[in-house]
């Protein structure tokens, strides 16, 4: 089956971002982190589900010693985001006093991201920094600047390597944009 029978003929994928632009890039990020980090240990809270797989890449590229954890929040329903941020899997880490490095997918609105950070400050980190692989900042509704960014991306409703529409297509190895298909054609 290929990508376009998945979504339906309504919609087309576009490429966005390749694997190798993504590995470069990830490569590139580690990199960063690795020399801001150099003699500490850091605690990496990935935000499931879409940042897994960047994550584990990422992840791989580091040289300092981790620990890893996970949390879910949502606040989008499709295409969406319900502006109403909610935490529904929790850490099983304790983090206060610690190093945290949050590892996001996208930063759209920056309304999840805050509302995170926002939640682990009242915890008593050490130091907070965020990596997000893409961001759309043009769209902020919450003040929100991540430290370390992949890609600048203007827009669109972007899937693959993690990232879903309504759970699927997260398989995908390169970041595609999902558009409308006006021309009747099948890409
Ligand atoms: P906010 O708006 O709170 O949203 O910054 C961040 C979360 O929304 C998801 N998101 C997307 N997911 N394709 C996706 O699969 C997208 O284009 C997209 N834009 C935002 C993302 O999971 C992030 O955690
Ligand atoms: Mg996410």
């Known amino acids: 089956m290929d990508q376009t029978s998945r979504l339906g003929q309504e919609h087309l994928l576009r490429v966005v971002y390749s694997h190798q632009q993504i590995a470069s890039e990830v490569a590139r990020l580690a990199e960063e982190i690795n020399k801001a980090y ?3 240990e850091l605690l990496v809270i ?4 879409g940042a897994l ?4 890449d990422l992840l791989r590229g580091l040289r300092i010693p981790v620990r890893v954890d996970f949390v879910k929040l949502s606040s989008y329903d499709g295409m969406m985001s319900s502006g109403h941020v909610q935490l529904t899997k929790d850490l099983d880490t304790e983090v206060a006093g610690r190093d945290v490095l949050v590892v996001e997918d996208i930063i759209d609105t920056g309304l999840t991201l805050s509302f995170l950070v926002d939640l682990l400050h009242k915890r008593g980190v050490a130091s907070l920094s965020v ?3 893409i961001d759309k900042k043009e769209r902020r509704q919450a003040q929100f ?9 203007p827009g669109g409703f972007l899937v693959g390597y993690g990232l879903d529409f309504n759970e699927r297509l997260r398989e995908l190895p390169s970041i595609y944009e999902i558009v409308e298909n006006n021309t009747g054609e099948v890409e």
């Open 38 to 40: 150099s003699g500490r």
């Open 46 to 49: 990935v935000v499931l589900k």
């Open 53 to 56: 797989f960047f994550a584990a």
């Open 131 to 133: 990596c997000t692989l």
């Open 145 to 153: 600047d991540p430290d370390f960014v992949g890609f600048d991306c």
